[in-house]
């Protein structure tokens, strides 16, 4: 199966370090993020899920649930979280996916639906494609995918980034620019012509160009 952005999130059931999940039901009415590692007690996944504990307060407040996977048993990726409370200082409390039979990993095109058995035996190099970031709205699509390699760590910030641009454009018409951050100026959709923003934004905008039109962020 191919994913792009705004295809249905496929739903599965599987085991985690907090019991059985099916990830829709999981998700409820809120925005989650799936994160996933290629093998448990590697060095960079550890800094990352250690990382994602300490946002988590970033994320409640943006109504934003996150849960790993990592293609190992639920008993293993329990013995890793000690580990990654001595690495990074926080221990995660967010579940973490045992995908074991490498299910989820194949549904979400981490890996080839042909690659047969089980996680048994595998190495992180084997599952080196399982490095990626799902990020799903309350309707269960796909807002935005992103794969790393294994040597490059995940930067949540930017993620967080992200949530808040998407959080903001799902309620406004408008687009937010190059390096943008939350409260910055941002653009008003092309599709808004002009006599429908004057009603939207009253105070009016700045024209850059005739497709670039800026405003204050409206959430402010």
């Not at 059985?20 to 060095?43: M, R």
């Not at 490498?102 to 095109?109: E, G, I, P, Q, T």
């Not at 190059?178 to 941002?186: D, I, L, P, R, S």
């Amino acid at each position: 199966m191919t994913l792009r952005i705004n295809d249905i999130a496929p739903n599965f059931t599987a085991s985690s370090t907090q019991g059985e999940i099916n990830f829709h039901d999981w998700i409820g009415d809120g925005w989650a993020v799936l994160f996933s590692h290629p093998k448990y007690k590697t060095p960079v996944c550890s800094t990352e899920l250690g990382e994602v504990e300490k946002l988590a307060d970033e994320f409640a407040k943006r109504n934003v649930k996150t849960i790993g996977l990592s293609v190992d048993t639920v008993d293993e990726t329990s013995s890793w979280l000690e580990d990654i409370n001595d690495i990074a200082g926080a221990k995660p409390s967010f579940p973490i996916i045992a995908d074991t039979d490498m299910a989820v990993s194949k549904l979400y095109n981490m890996l080839p639906t042909l690659e047969e058995g089980t996680s048994d035996g595998r190495t992180a190099l084997d599952n080196e494609t399982v490095r990626t970031v799902f990020i799903v709205g309350p309707d269960k699509k796909i807002k935005l995918y992103l794969t790393y390699p294994m040597t490059t760590g995940r930067n949540f910030n930017e993620i967080l980034r992200v949530i808040d641009s998407m959080l903001l454009t799902s309620s406004h018409p408008v687009a937010t620019p190059v390096n943008w951050n939350k409260g910055e100026e941002v653009i008003i959709k092309p599709s808004v012509k002009d006599e429908e923003a004057k009603k939207l934004f009253p105070d009016g905008w700045k024209t850059i160009k005739p497709y670039l039109r800026k405003i204050p962020d409206p959430s402010k």
